[in-house]
């Protein structure tokens, strides 16, 4: 019975041969071991070449959109220097008249920090404080329009006063007369400060919105725009074009002090453009290593 049952088993383990045998395909029977196994390392480096070329083309890719990021950064670098020699020739060139109310944006975006002049009188009624950072510490800038020949309103930053000073006060102090403005024009704030929007009703300001505070104080025929004091004369008064008046204790204690205004302008596109082709460069050299390392496979 035993040796009835191994010769069973011996056949039984004879036809599972023969079916795996017959489950090996054909091109793969005729090769020897070796052959066999070269084979299957080709085939197996045939996938890991392919599990690398996804990574290649994403690199790729990244190295192409960072050179891209790149150039356009370039391109803001040669737009902002151009702004700021634009604007440093507007500044101190000789100050021009006073556009009328109907210029728009782009004009006013076109000649934002241009040197002005007008002549009129103030407009107590309108005035206001506006909160201000400057280099003299924290405070407000006193806003009150002047009142052109032909009937405009223009509002003029008169300059910083400290923490503590009272709308009342200032306008009580107001200039009277006719009065002759050389500043910058410059473009109205609307909305507010940072986290921080306009009060209207409480009289708060954190911004120069001038279409706002207009309609606050209602007046009417208002320039969509106001400027900066740099030198306020009595009119017949003869002052140099090149005169800006300077920040001292005796202008803090007879009134505002104008010629604040600070002209800076971010400039960091050449650092973000090196940081742009380092990133370009990188993702490069990392497609490049893993094409030669899908040939060297």
Sequence with gaps: MRGRRDKIEVGH???????????????????????????????ETQVRAKSLSAPFVLLLLAA????????????????????????????????????????GPAF????????VQLRGHYVV?????????????????VLTPLKLEDGRLIYVNRGYVPV????????????????????LLRLP??????LRSNDAEGDKWYSRDIELLSQTRRLSHVAPFFVDAQVASKAGNVVANNVSVQSSSANQQDGPVPGLTVISFPNN??????????MAVLSAGMALWLRRRGRDL
Excluded: C
């Excluded at 054909?26 to 020897?32: A, C, H, V």
């Excluded at 006013?108 to 040197?115: G, I, N, V």
């Design 13 to 43: 383990d004879r036809k599972r041969r023969l079916q795996a045998y017959s489950d090996i395909p054909p091109l793969i029977q005729s090769k020897t071991p070796a052959q066999v196994m070269m084979m299957t390392e080709n085939h």
């Design 64 to 103: 192409l959109l960072f050179s891209a990021l790149g150039i356009w950064q370039v391109k803001r670098l040669a737009w902002k220097q151009d702004l700021i020699a634009r604007v440093e020739q507007r500044v101190h060139a000789a100050p021009v008249a006073v556009p009328g109310n109907d210029v």
């Design 108 to 115: 006013l975006a076109d000649h934002e920090y241009q040197r």
């Design 125 to 141: 009624s309108g005035t206001a404080l506006v909160r201000a950072v400057t280099t003299l510490g924290a405070g407000y800038w």
């Design 164 to 183: 503590g000073s009272k709308v009342e006060a200032e306008r009580a102090r107001t200039p009277q007369g006719e009065y002759q403005i050389t500043g």
């Design 189 to 194: 704030e609307p909305g507010g400060g940072f």
């Design 269 to 278: 596109h050449l650092s973000y453009a090196l940081t742009w082709f380092a």
